[in-house]
């Protein structure tokens, strides 16, 4: 081969293999994909969410997971942004059944405002896990000691949530209200307690492990 | 492994060739030699994780579940596996031992050699169904556990020596000067290959050998 | 090798012609096409029996994963991979019982780069340029997280990401890298240096390079499905609670180490019997028995890894309960496994170094080795001491208390045979003739950089100090010293030493020259001060650190995007020189080395020696009056000499 | 860089020569460097002043940079030395290439070499068994029962004369119990200056590593494993506590300070701490070195969890809940 040839194959090959670094990159940098649900406010902020059994879609269909709304749609992320300094008004949709939490201590709410949170209706500040329809889920965001707890679903319910995400509202599900309140900006990672990824041996990784899934950030924006 | 396989000592001077050839076949006798002896030791080091596995978590039984009691493969399957294991090895190690001293009747040899490979191939697939027939849960213990990790390894060796076995089996039946110690078939390298896989295929027998009881002891015997 | 020589004409010697050599059409042989059809089927057959086999398991569709079918996928399109490249061909003749001839035809193609080959330098070939290929690829992972290092809060990745991104360059570098000294320099130049006209065991040195492709998708392929969050240490219960990146993971790992079990044996048989005659364990040059060693190690150590990778695929397939406390089994059980591979792994990454250095330093300051014996004994006495230190990664972790002062002791204990091989680098020098060239250059560079690595290693050896040190960044740093200060740049030293043998090219002094400051400077200004951030608090693998180090990390990242840009000289050097130049005619030994492999033809033909030469003086004998190293020709050597046999 | 001057002068030095050279810029430099790194880079390496073990491990660390340092520029001098005054150039023609000396080895040379080695590690084996036998394992973690224990130490948490504090890693937190306390759970690491604490630590579900970094402790957290590691004589002032064993995704959020309080500080603490989380006392398991699981699941069979006994004599508690079974007997008070 010529000299220019050499040199023509040598930058085609360059070329390849930077499209594919840059590639591989962008796709890192992408996935998960993470669509961001931002209600913003001023001086307060409402999320809304609701946690599903099985999301019933690809790529992870048997898996937990968490959705937020955003506007009048449900969307399959677990990023969301709130003011810095002001109340946050959560609401969730439990429709998962419950299971008692690996160490009971989490079964109780910290740092909400007011000290509890409403189910249905009823103030609650600790629930017993270990008896009736355990605990769902829970939110917490460990670096500023929040934690809220979802009550399960009855198991023996016959109307349980089995459609793909979102479930509609007209299957069993625990309304949970709290309050948190937020302080400097920032990145906080928040998560689920309960060892709630069937399958895996001890109930955590998968879903547990995964971002858009049983956990995400809440992004403290000035 | 008579020294007479090299053309060594001639007193004409060799060409390069010949010179070559002569130099390369006391390698390749050798690289048999110690090859296999390696390849005896890799695999003891590899039996040896899974023996320090057993001891492991024997001595730590976790949470009380080392191994429930009576917990142990059925005598149907671990039973065969021993007898023919060790009756396999004991045939091919005796018969080649007496072909390699230019006692034996290739056709005597063959025929054990045969059924030497017959056996370790049966051993293997007697393992492998009993594999489905426990009678126990894989991660019911850590003792199950052990045994479905390794089990299946030794029945892969277990295949590994019938398939050996098979190719000196096969390379006589086509070749049957291989094993005579006429010229010119002495000098050949055919023959030192054929001659290097043998003294090899005896030496790892007895390794196999040697793991199947030493397996059967842990996990039939010891309690 | 004459295969017809010695066969009496018309006695069937039930041989048929080797497929893998000598002229064809391209599509009627196996070779790279053949591979990549029979990896996709094989990948396909695998997957299809992992579905059948497993989709009715409770715990599968509990996971929505079957990490039957993706371990079953991986395996079985290595199998039809290495089916394709003709691998298996061998073995079903032998069923046979036909028994293939190796007859070399000097085949100077470009084809024979991508096939099956027998000869053990094309193996060499292309171990160089996977080797190459994959340094970079992890380089570039390296330099992803140094972009996320930039702050001290998450902004670029994800933090699954991240931990995938650190998981799969720690596992490319300690597993395709292991490889990248006995790859190249270790299949092309232990025969030429040992007299012998070709390996052991040709197919398996082919078989331990079609391996590592392999492993290498198999590995880069996990990102996709995911990745693992387990670091290249890979430890048990987070590796079996993890997703199918995991499973990614253990093959390619597993696939590695047989691919290393198979060079090392190769090299270990040939070392001990294919030696030239008159080559005895005294005239054996010291690369060689670097190699050796090294390939000791990987015989004995990587079992226990290939072993280790299949116990937790148990557990993650057919869920068995090793690494479960609940049921029987232990997290130990994968520590003390993985290390025990682990820590002879440390040194399968450094004995080829200093192998390296041991050959090339007498080189360049022409005089005899100094302290030959005392090297050897050196070599073989970190190869040995390296099986005995196993648990020192474990001082921290509960485990035997009490052993720790035994193991304490066998830990700091290897610095006394590595202090032997120093002796050696600092006697060579000793009123020497020094030449400074690139090859020297980065042999001095590397046991600079070493030396701190190997001081570093004190710390973490004695219990006290390695409660500070272990899993911080200042472990990191620790090793990043020995392997890339040490390995990689002795791999450099050898590189610019012997491509002109491989190649009949040199590469570019200046550009070379450019390539060992650059790498050198920026080399210690990335990794020292690491030292001081993992003293002062930073864990290993966590991009979430204190504020008050940003300023450090910065310069860090700075310095590591500047080795990044001292591999491009690199690069561009190595392509231009070997890819974009015309040839250039080259003294037949550019360094004046006594070295056999520089007594061939350069580069060598098919069979190395037209016959195999006599060695008669050691390879080291600078200034003793001494002639050349081996008799290359016939007259005089007419008969096979005594002590053949 | 053909000096021919040089090279001329160094040829007619002698081998002693040489070494003398060597030998003095070697000695003045370590005569400068050693009580440097001593006295002045060492009151400043981690991990600090802030416990009896962190001193130690400062020390410890001191003592190896003072012995590395000697070495390390002796190898330094000596390489500069070579290459300075024994060079050729690079480029020299092969051709014209001369040998140098015929040395082999030097017998003297070596056995010094090997001797000092030895002695250099054998002294160092020693010196690090020394500390961590008088320092109770100095802050590492030392195994369910470790052979070095201070006074006070007992196998039973309960009747230990030591602050025991329970670490339980879980992923990504961790949370702490004070068996001593009625079996107390905190989300936050407070202990009293002063005394002699006790970490047991242990994991629920993958491994940690419990990293107190300027008390110089580190202990892996291990599922179904106790981990003891001791720090004596904390002194007031903040914690900084990482995970140090990649435990996954957010291995690097399991960042947390704790505090070193005085002890009245600490008792008060404490007493709120139990009152705070008092309704929630009865769900925690009975203490244990370590919690398993059941195996199904991997939950906590309810039947089978048995509410702690609160340890009182501090602020009245709330009325205790229903559920109370055979509570082990109560421990004493740490005072």
Redesign the interface.
């Known amino acids: 081969m010529a000299k220019s040839g050499r040199i023509a194959a040598v930058l085609v090959a360059l070329a390849a293999v930077v499209a594919v670094a840059a590639g591989v990159v962008v796709y890192l940098v992408a996935y998960p994909p993470t669509a961001s649900a931002s209600p913003v406010g001023s001086a307060s902020a409402e999320v809304t969410m609701q946690t599903v059994p099985a999301y019933n879609q690809d790529p992870e269909p048997t898996w937990v997971s968490y959705m937020i709304k955003q506007g009048d749609s449900w969307v399959h992320t677990t990023m969301f942004q709130v003011p810095a300094h002001s109340l946050v008004h959560f609401t969730v949709y439990q429709f998962d059944t419950g299971s008692p939490l690996r160490n009971p201590f989490m079964n109780q709410t910290a740092n909400l405002v007011g000290g509890a949170e409403n189910v249905n209706g009823k103030d609650v500040s600790l629930i017993d896990a270990n008896v009736g329809d355990g605990v769902g889920h829970s939110f917490a965001i460990p670096a500023l000691g929040v934690s809220a707890i979802f009550p399960g679903v009855s198991g023996d319910s016959t109307n349980q949530c089995d459609v793909a995400a979102p479930c509609p509202m007209t299957f069993d599900h625990n309304t949970i209200t709290f309050t948190i309140q937020t302080g400097d900006p920032g990145s906080y990672a928040w998560q689920c307690f309960v060892p709630c990824a069937l399958g895996y041996p001890i109930g955590f990784g998968g879903p547990m492990s995964t971002l858009g899934y049983m956990n995400g950030f809440m992004e403290v924006v000035a | 492994m008579a020294?007479a396989m090299?053309?060594?000592?001639?007193?004409e001077?060799?060409?390069?060739?010949?010179?070559?050839?002569?130099?390369?076949r006391?390698?390749?006798r050798?690289?048999y030699w110690?090859?296999s002896r390696?390849?005896v030791?890799?695999?003891a080091?590899?039996f040896?994780?899974?023996a320090?596995?057993f001891f492991?978590?024997h001595s730590?039984?976790?949470?009380g579940?080392?191994?429930t009691d009576g917990q142990a493969p059925p005598d149907y399957v671990s039973v065969p596996v021993l007898v023919l294991t060790l009756g396999g090895a004991a045939l091919f190690w005796g018969y080649t031992r007496r072909l390699l001293r230019g006692s034996a009747v290739t056709t005597d040899w063959l025929v054990a050699t045969g059924v030497s490979a017959g056996a370790f191939l049966v051993a293997a697939i007697i393992q492998f169904v009993g594999m489905l027939n426990t009678g126990f849960?894989?991660?019911?213990?850590?003792?199950?556990?052990?045994y479905?990790?390794i089990m299946p390894?030794f029945a892969v060796y277990c295949l590994g020596t019938a398939?050996w076995l098979?190719?000196l089996?096969?390379?006589?039946?086509?070749?049957r000067?291989?094993v005579s110690d006429e010229m010119?078939?002495r000098?050949?390298?055919?023959r030192t290959?054929?001659l290097g896989s043998a003294v090899g295929a005896k030496a790892f027998v007895v390794f196999v050998a040697l793991v199947s009881l030493i397996l059967f002891l842990l996990f039939s015997v010891l309690s | 090798?004459?295969?017809d020589?010695?066969?009496?004409a018309g006695?069937?010697?039930?041989?048929i012609p080797d497929p893998h050599v000598g002229r064809g059409v391209w599509w009627r042989r196996p070779g790279l096409f053949y591979g990549v059809i029979g990896a996709v089927i094989g990948y396909a057959i695998g997957t299809w029996l992992g579905t059948w086999l497993a989709e009715d398991n409770q715990q599968v569709q509990g996971l929505g994963h079957n990490d039957f079918a993706v371990t079953l996928g991986y395996l079985v399109a290595t199998i039809g991979w290495l089916a394709g490249m003709g691998a298996l061909t061998y073995?079903l003749q032998?069923?046979?019982?036909?028994?293939p001839h190796v007859e070399h035809e000097e085949e100077r193609t470009l084809g024979r780069y991508f096939r099956y080959t027998l000869d053990h330098k094309v193996v060499g070939v292309q171990y160089l340029v996977a080797m190459i290929a994959y340094f970079l690829v992890g380089g570039l992972f390296a330099l992803a997280i140094r972009t996320e290092l930039l702050s001290p809060t998450a902004h670029l990745f994800q933090p699954g990401t991240y931990l995938e991104i650190v998981g799969t360059h720690g596992t490319m570098m300690m597993m395709m890298m292991t490889s990248a000294i006995i790859g190249p320099f270790g299949n092309y130049f232990v025969p030429l240096m040992i007299g012998?006209?070709?390996m052991?065991?040709p197919r398996l040195e082919a078989l331990s390079f079609w391996i590592t492709p392999a492993a290498f998708l198999v590995l880069l392929s996990g990102i996709l499905i995911g990745g693992f969050p387990s670091g290249w240490t890979g430890y048990a219960p987070l590796s079996v609670e993890a997703t199918q990146g995991m499973d990614a993971y253990l093959v390619a790992f597993g696939l590695m180490s047989i691919s290393m079990?198979v060079g090392g044996?190769n090299i270990?048989?040939?070392v001990?019997?294919?030696r030239?005659?008159g080559m005895t364990w005294t005239r054996l040059p010291l690369f060689v028995w670097g190699m050796l060693v090294t390939g000791m190690l990987m015989?004995?150590?990587?079992?226990?890894l290939?072993?280790?990778c299949?116990?937790t695929l148990?557990?993650r397939t057919?869920?068995?309960?090793?690494f479960?406390?609940?049921?029987?089994?232990?997290p130990?059980?994968w520590e003390?496994?993985f290390w025990?591979f682990g820590h002879p792994e440390v040194y399968i990454l450094a004995l080829p170094g200093f192998g390296i250095a041991g050959e090339l330093l007498p080189v360049f300051t022409r005089k005899p080795a100094f302290g030959y014996k005392t090297t050897v004994a050196g070599i073989v006495g970190v190869g040995l001491l390296s099986f005995f230190v196993w648990q020192h990664h474990l001082f921290d972790s509960g485990i035997n208390a009490d052993m720790r002062p035994m193991v304490m002791l066998t830990t700091e204990m290897i610095s006394i045979p590595t202090g032997f091989i120093f002796l050696a680098l600092i006697g060579n020098l000793w009123r020497a003739k020094i030449r400074l060239t690139v090859p020297m250059l980065f042999v001095i560079g590397g046991m600079l950089n070493f030396l701190i690595g190997g001081v570093s290693g004190v710390f973490l050896s004695d219990v006290p100090t390695d409660t500070v040190a272990h899993g911080s960044f200042f472990v990191m740093s620790h090793f990043h010293y020995t392997i890339m200060g040490g390995y990689i740049f002795f791999f450099f030293a050898g590189l610019y030493y012997w491509l002109p043998k491989m190649t009949g090219r040199m590469l570019d002094t200046r550009l070379g020259k450019v390539h060992f400051w650059s790498l050198f400077v920026f080399f210690n200004s990335t990794f020292l001060p690491l030292f001081a951030i993992g003293e002062l608090g930073m864990p290993r693998r966590v991009f979430e650190y204190a504020d008050s180090l940003q300023a450090l990390n910065v310069w860090v990242s700075i310095s590591a995007y500047l080795i990044g840009v001292s591999m491009l000289v690199f690069v561009y050097n190595f392509l231009k020189s070997t890819v974009i130049d015309d040839k250039r005619p080259l003294p037949e030994n550019p360094w004046g080395s006594r070295g056999l492999e520089w007594l061939t033809s350069t580069p060598p033909a098919a069979?190395n020696f037209?016959?195999?030469p006599t060695v008669v003086s050691g390879p080291y004998e600078y200034g003793t009056g001494a002639g050349p190293m081996a008799v290359m020709s016939?007259p005089g050597y007419?008969?096979?000499p005594e002590g053949?046999? | 860089m053909a000096d021919t001057k040089a090279s001329e002068e160094s040829k007619e030095l002698t081998d002693r020569d040489h070494l003398r050279r060597i030998g003095l810029i070697w000695l003045v430099l370590t005569l400068v460097c050693v009580p440097l790194v001593i006295f002045v880079l060492g009151p400043h390496l981690p991990p600090g002043t802030d416990s009896e073990q962190a001193r130690n491990q400062q020390e410890d660390n001191t003592v190896l940079a003072a012995v590395a340092t000697p070495v390390l520029l002796f190898i330094w001098v000596y390489i500069g030395y070579a290459v300075k005054n024994w060079r050729i150039p690079a480029d020299t023609p092969v051709e014209e290439l001369q040998d140098g000396p015929p040395i082999r080895g030097h017998r003297g040379f070596q056995t010094a070499w090997i001797v000092i080695t030895s002695v250099t590690v054998f002294a160092l084996f020693v010196f690090g068994t020394q500390e961590l036998w008088t320092d109770y394992g100095s802050g590492t973690g030392s195994g369910s029962s470790p052979v070095w224990t201070p006074a006070g130490y007992s196998t039973n948490a309960k009747d230990s004369k030591l602050l025991v504090v329970q670490v339980i890693g879980q992923q990504w937190r961790w949370t702490y119990r004070f068996p001593q306390y009625g079996g107390v759970e905190t989300d936050t690491l407070v202990i009293p200056a002063g005394k002699t604490v006790q970490f047991d630590v242990t994991s629920l579900d993958v491994i940690h590593s419990f990293w107190a970094i300027n008390l110089g402790v580190k202990a892996d957290a291990n599922p179904?494993n106790n981990n003891i590691a001791f720090v004596e004589d904390p002194s007031v002032g903040p914690v900084d506590i990482r995970c140090a064993e990649l435990c996954g995704t957010y291995h690097g959020a399991m960042a947390q300070t704790g505090q070193v309080e005085k002890q009245a500080d600490f008792d008060a603490w404490i007493a709120g701490q139990i009152v705070l989380h008092y309704d929630l006392l009865p769900q925690l398991p009975a203490y244990a070195d370590f919690y398993?699981p059941q195996t199904d699941g991997g939950y906590y069979d309810p039947s089978q969890v048995t509410p702690p006994a609160v340890d009182s004599g501090l602020p009245p508690p709330p009325p205790a809940p229903a559920p109370s079974s055979a509570a082990p007997s109560p421990a004493p008070s740490s005072s």
Do not use: C
């Open positions: 020294d090299v053309g060594a000592q001639m007193d001077p060799l060409d390069d060739a010949a010179y070559n050839d002569a130099i390369e006391a390698a390749s050798g690289s110690s090859g390696l390849f030791a890799l695999s080091m590899m040896a994780g899974g320090f596995a492991y978590l730590l039984d976790s949470s579940m080392w191994r849960f894989p991660g019911s213990t850590g003792y199950a556990s052990v479905v990790a390894v398939y098979e190719t089996f096969a390379r006589v039946l086509r070749v000067w291989v010119p078939a000098d050949s390298m055919e290959m054929f | 090798m004459a295969t020589t010695t066969v009496a006695v069937d010697a039930g041989g073995p032998k069923m046979a019982g036909l028994q012998a006209r070709r052991a065991f079990i044996f270990v048989v040939t001990i019997n294919h030239a005659p015989v004995l150590a990587a079992p226990v290939t072993l280790s299949y116990l148990l557990d057919v869920q068995t309960s090793l479960n406390v609940q049921q029987g089994g232990s130990y059980l003390n496994l025990f069979d037209v016959r195999v016939s007419p008969r096979v053949v046999s | 179904g398993i």
